[in-house]
Every structure is written in structure tokens, then in C-alpha cells.
């Protein structure tokens, strides 16, 4: 009751994420000089995601050089990807001693997963098999270059955005727009979904997702799609084909995959298109808009949620909040962001077992 109450209150205005933007123009934000290109890097691209998705960024004219780390295969496929006639540039490294240089030209940095574990194994084994790694590079990244946008694609990110948050947040440069979670998975199949039911290319459509990043906490909202939407009694019948879920269980049961098996290629492609749209943001271009999982204050219940932003040069700049829901939407987010809550409370637990003391001190 409490959440369709704060829901009510949202739907007649647009949310900003920080109060200091909230009398700013677009032209105001983006005052400062803006960029033609961006630097990215890549943590973990020796990875079947992160492989596939600097191969795609690789042919990107947005992208004027690309830092990569991972494993001594990162060497091999960074000459690979070198033989490609495009602009960017490729620097590689595989050692600890080489990371901060990667991390201090980028003005992106995307964590990825090492997916060493099938995407079958529950999320909880998945999710602390990352997270003593992505507190040391979370680290590095304070040290070395805290004012780049974080972008975090380690699965499952409905856990791993708040461990990196929590991080950040012990240092005096926590920046909750420029600390992003990847939700592209359930984006990009929300998509698939309804283009495959109407006969129409993937391509063309765009369906509004919120609550989690992950596939078990996501909420489709197929009747808000465009260009074409479906009717209120096909929801259920979309959802169950979205989680590949009996229809008996949908949306009651949270058990399914947190990305479907072998998805690496949706994956990588979502992730590419959406570190576009950041790029572009930085650049300044005003109309970069997103769905992202992101620090939120509109439903007390749970800090982040997946919402549509705008992005500019220091990140999320504008938060759109969460749209008009049908009664079945809003039961099914109701249930996800119980499970949301759950998950930023694992994640809090973890980092305090673990411990980071670092304080914040930066050595760029």
C-alpha cells in the first residue's frame, strides 16, 4: 500500500535525481566545454562479455581509445582487435602493476564479470564468486581516477552496483550519478520479446523495464511499449515468455535465471549500445536517454531501481521516475522490490565481512 501511495505522488511529475540540478536547463548542465569522443575502459574484456563487447566498441566513432584489462589473453586479442581499420585506439594490460594506468585515461570505466560460474547457479554463489574483486577494483578506480563514470555489468548487478556504491560512498567522492548499473539483459530480451509477438524487428522497439537489472527481478512493461503495446490480458502471457516461466507462476516466483543461458552476445550488445548513450551524454548531447539501474529516493522501500534518465557529462543528470502502471505491473514490482531491498542488504553485509577501509585518498 505504501509503495502504490509513493507511486501515486510520482506519476504527475518528473523526479530529478539531485536537488542542485533541479532549476538547471539542459543548456545550463551542459555549459562546461563538452568532448567529440570519449576514452573507455574495459575491466575484465578477456571475458566471453567483455570479448564481444570491445569488439563492437572497437568499431565505434564515438570511442577514441580503448584501455583493456583482464588476463595474459588480453594481450592476444588486443592485436587482434588492432588489425580493425578504425580510429580507436587499443592500450592492454594484464598485470596489477599496469591497472592504474588503464583506469586514469578513461572517462568510462565498465566492470565486467568474470562469468567463471554457469549462468544456471543461484545469484547469491554468482555474487560473492565477484565481490572481493570488484571491491579491489572499485579501489583502484577511487585511487586513480574517482570522477569517471563507473558503469558496472558484473552479474548479478542488482547486487553488485550497491556493493560498488557502498564503496564509493565511504570516500568523499561518491557521486551516485556517475555510479551506473547495466540492466541492458532484460532490456534487450523486453524488446526481442514483444518484436517477436507483433512480427516486428527487435530493432524498432523500445520497452520500458524497471525494477531490477537482473532477468528474476526485472519488470517488462510491455503495455508502454512503442511503437506498438500490448493489451492488459496478453501482460501475463508476454511476462511468462520474458522469464521463460510457466504462466501458474508468473509473476509470483523470482525463479529464473538471472540471464539466460548463452546470452552472451544479447549481452554484449546491450552493454555497447548503452556505453554509447553515455558517451554521448558526456559529449553533450541533451537528448541521451537510457534505462539504467540507478540510486533512487522516489520508493522508500529500496535505494536503486531501473529507470528511464537522461545522461550528461557527470552521468544521470535527470531521473524520470517510474511511469503509469497497470494493475498487474504494479503487483509485479511490488513483489521485486522486496527482492531488490533483499539483495542491497546482502551486498551491505558482504562488504562489512569483507571490509574496505580505504578513505579516498585520490593519486591521479
Known sequence: MILRQTLRRTFRISRRCFSEFGILTNEDVHKAVVSKSVKVAVLGADTPVGFYTTFLLKQNPLISHLYLFGSGRVICMADDLKSMDTKSKITASYT???????????????????????????????????????????????????????????????????????????TPWYHPGKIIGSPMVPVTKANAVLGIYNELDPEVIHTPVTGGPDMDCAVPLFAQGYPVECWESEERALCCKFKELDEQDCPITTQCYVKPPGSYLMESFGISRLISLIGLGYCGDTTALSRVF??????????????????????????????????????????????????????????????????????N
Not at 555489468?153 to 556493493?163: E, I, R
Not at 537522461?310 to 524520470?320: A, K, M, Y
Not at 522490490?337 to 569483507?354: D, G, N, S, T
Open 96 to 170: 596489477n602493476e599496469e591497472l592504474p594506468g588503464i583506469v586514469r585515461g578513461a572517462d568510462i570505466i565498465a566492470l565486467m564479470g568474470m562469468d567463471t560460474l554457469s549462468t544456471q547457479t543461484h545469484w547469491l554463489e554468482i555474487f560473492y564468486n565477484e565481490g572481493r574483486r570488484l571491491i579491489n577494483l572499485t579501489e583502484v578506480i577511487i585511487k586513480y581516477n574517482p570522477k569517471a563514470i563507473v558503469l558496472v555489468c558484473a552479474t548479478p548487478v542488482s547486487c553488485t552496483l550497491p556493493l560498488v556504491s557502498s564503496v564509493f560512498r565511504r
Open 294 to 363: 540507478i540510486r533512487q529516493s522516489f520508493i522508500p522501500s529500496c535505494k536503486y531501481l531501473t529507470c528511464t534518465v537522461q545522461l550528461g557529462r557527470d552521468g544521470v543528470i535527470h531521473n524520470f521516475g517510474v511511469p503509469f502502471l497497470t494493475n498487474f505491473e504494479l503487483q509485479f514490482l511490488e513483489r521485486m522490490v522486496l527482492v531488490l531491498a533483499h539483495r542491497e542488504y546482502v551486498a551491505e553485509e558482504f562488504l562489512r565481512k569483507e571490509g574496505s577501509y580505504y578513505t579516498g585518498e585520490c593519486q
